[in-house]
């Protein structure tokens, strides 16, 4: 487990930078609990330092149904936040609207100290955002390196006409590119597989490569749509570990949905569960587990005249 | 099997099986081809074979690798075939070299023109508009004389090339002048496509949105493939221009012939520079072969309509056969057989242990 | 002064033009409805009923039992389809299948006139063609009775879809998919169906094209014209292949007329390409089309 607990809803996980600084504790090891006045250090931090991602009433409908209404939700750096709930609640259609591929009917985006009404896609990988697609969006032409390697992109500057030339330049990016692609393909075990074709490779692995090209560049928010979906109980394990190291050793701030609730009640620090398009409840994993509106929507308890739903 | 294109390697093994399969096709295409071969085989089947292949890899670089269906690429030959006789004929002093170039640029310019659209349009209604070029263009260049120097009906006889004074006359300078061309160009063309940028079309191609939120630029890379697709197929109307039929018509660049180049690249294998060469060999010589086959099997029946007909009829139903069977193409199943006589070559089989 | 009896002329001119291409499109927008597939053959198919029929016609069959005849053999021609060609692709892009169909186009016109030859036949259908006057404006006497006939075919297929048990399970494939497997439809015969009606589709447009153009080779391309009308009107929708046909047939024929002239004539051949393309950039799914939301 990351972070502290404690009743407080406003605690941040220690491994935030920030907080590390002061309490100068290791950035490899980020589970150190801290005395009592570390504490009150890392509660002033989460004041200070605006949210990694901010959503303010967001809503969306398409034609006459609505996907989401009103949906506010705060994610602080160095979380991991999971978004759980029944399907078709909304979950994915929330990560579109971060990611810009909806535009919400009314409601407003903030992704560190930027105000969006309809968040610009094309520009997510400058502001350091990167995203996993519930249905596996990777370049299945592409060799897993080469599909790694374009995570890196927008850094790119070299133009197609030094590229066909070999220019110095356009050299060195490749070079550089390619380094940090191997060491993001070292980071998730893909490394045999890293010349083949990625459209070959079973699916868990797939999905591996897939957050490989995500968190190549490092980003600061990482979101994942289902990034355990069709994985045997081995592979979630792996990569529910991956996840966590992608938090601990890139300081990355993860958003993730993911329907696996015993995962998500390990992995996460906060969750936010949504049900028709609204949000139903928002807390820790204890809170959330707790609550009688979750458990009527989604994690269900047996009632007499119901069968009992089995997540 | 990978198939994006690898980025040129630093090894210091300098010998490679690769490199010396290049090194023995050079000396093949210009020690012997030029002195062995006939008139005929040169000029009625390799060097309309090297324009054909040419066109198929700049359409391959647009359609096979970024995805980007066009059907309007005949129009591109013609671009560049009327470019190049332009420039030649009003601005004399210039080199040939650098008219091909020009032409080919011109090509690239409608190009980008007519793949705007390829920012809003995806698939069909994408197709549909690459036809709006194909019938624009030969409308234009039959409509307004200016394009044939006021021959009629848009024919151009294409003038002798000459290269920095020496003329390239005959069937085997003119083919010696066409692989060049094609060789440099498809060299060039697999180093775009072993960079980021064509590492860029295949995300494209692929999984567009994903592309899209990774920061691939949208805009300039689908723009990137059809500039260079159409200047690619504007140089091998150069080509097919000056170097095969040397005299050519609007109506000689019409749909069936931008059907004929996406033809070759299905059977050829899409997103595959060696199938564009293998599928434009096959559509060359099929014909002949077919045709001699049919004299031999039906005699006196067999007339050139008949010719033409069967033609479609096989071809449509390979095109078919192959999308059902082998949808990479031709050039997958030659590796699939190679590799199998390779692993056969390996491992010799031993004489069983007589007692 | 306008010539305004000269426009409506011109006008009512394109209109029943437009309605034939709206015909051709129909035939596209069955197929593409149900199966998602681009039917690039649609042309090639028009061209062989009307060769078809042509061609036994001459050989002294009977007109209505030469009609029969085509008609029987565009369903043999669909089942084959469907058996041969689709059901081998089914889960492939819809870009093969439109590859598929292209190659299928050329099978089937190199079929037909190795079949029955490559001369041009003309085709009378027993209509006079001489053009009524109505208030001074001339109405040629078969564009009348070809819009006539072509807004019979929608109204029939308008019904069938409606009311019979075929018609509801092309609906229902059209709309989804997996859904109609899951009430038990089977897609295979569904799609033998669909294309079978695209075929009757061809047989009457080939009649009606045929006998306005003569029985050629280039009756296989008004599939070409068709494209313009589907753009217009959506891929999908035959409310829409009405009017993006009549839109295409009015525009066509007012653009060579008006416009035409200062760039020398003989822009038909692409107006309707650029109309199409200008309102593609505007509105990429057609008037009626589906816009398609992209799910990530």
Redesign the interface.
Known sequence: MSSVATADAEILPLTSALARERVGVGAADGRVVPAGAAQELVRDAARVAPPVLALEDISLSFGGVVALRDVGLRVAEGEIRAIIGPNGAGKSSLLNVVSGLYRPDHGHVQLGDRRFAHVPTSRLAGYRVARTFQNLALFKGLSVLDNVMMGLVHRRRAGFLQQVLGTPWARREEAASRAAAEEAIGFLHLTEAKERLAGTLPYGLQKRIELARALVAHPKLLLLDEPLAGMTLTEKQELSQHIRNARDSYGATIVLIEHDIGVVMDLSDRIAVLDHGSKIADGTPDQVRADQAVIDAYLGVAHDDETELAI | MNKSVPALSTKANWLTPGRVGVAVLLVIAYGIIPFAGSEYVLDAILTPFLALALAAVGLNVLTGYAGQVSLGSAAFLAVGAYAAYNFNLRFPELPFLVSLLLAGLVAAVVGLVFGLPSLRLRGFYLAVSTLAAQFFVQWALTKFGWFSNDNPSGVIDAPTLTIAGIPFAGAARRYVFSITIVLIATFLTVRLLGSQSGRNFIAVRDHEIAAKVIGVPLLRTKLLAFGVSSFLIGVAGVLWAFAYLRTVEPAGFNLDRSFQILFIIIIGGLASIRGSFLGAAFIVVFPLLLSRLGAALLGNLFDSGVLEMSQRIVIGGLIIGLLIAEPRGLIALVDRLSAKALLKLRRPERAPIQL | MFDYQFFIEVLVGGLLSGVMYSLVAIGFVLIYKTSGV?NFAQGAMLLFAALTFVSLVERGVSFPLALLATLAIMVLLGIAVER??LR??VN?P???L???T??????????A??LW??QVHGLDLGINDTPFDIAGVFISQFDLFAAAVAGALVALFALFFRYTRTGLAFRAVADDQFAALAVGLRLPRVWAAVWTAAGIVAVVAGLLWGARLGVQFSLS?IV?KA??V??LGG?DSIAGAIVGGLLIGAIEKLAEVYVGPF??G??E??AA??V??GF??VR?SGLFGQKL??R?
């Open positions: 681009l041969v060609i081998p692709l492939q819809p870009i093969t439109f590859m598929a292209l190659g299928l186009s050329y099978v089937i016109e190199g079929a006139q190795l030859g490559t391309l070409l494209l313009p589907l753009v891929f760039f020398g003989g822009i051949a692409w390409y650029v199409a393309l593609l950039l990429p939301v992209e990530a």
